[in-house]
């Protein structure tokens, strides 16, 4: 059985044009449980609130949001640079 794989977490990173280039969004969904162990049973249980709330830590959840500001501030400080660089806008987003 432990060979077979339990998900707790599923995550999407969405992409959109701008007119200055991309805008990238991440989505997360931490807490959902997908196994076919022991025929969907595990899932079954795993999805009781009772469950989810134990799958995944408030720590985690914060590492995980730690994770993600670090990723997209590292990327922001060299993806306008590049994206100029190869032809793009230069234009700065507009003030929120």
Do not use: I
Not at 26 to 52: C, I, K, P, Y
């Amino acid at each position: 059985l432990l060979e077979r794989p339990v998900q707790v977490a599923r995550m999407v990173h969405a992409a959109r044009d701008v007119p200055w280039g991309c805008e990238l969004r991440s989505h997360f969904w931490m807490g959902l449980v997908e196994s076919d162990l022991l025929g969907g049973w595990v899932q079954a249980a795993g999805n009781t609130r009772w469950l989810r709330k134990r799958a995944v830590s408030r720590a985690a959840a914060q590492a995980l949001e730690a994770h993600c500001h670090e990723e997209m501030t590292t990327l922001a400080g060299f993806l306008p640079e590049l994206h100029a660089r190869e032809g793009g806008s230069s234009s700065p987003p507009p003030a929120r």
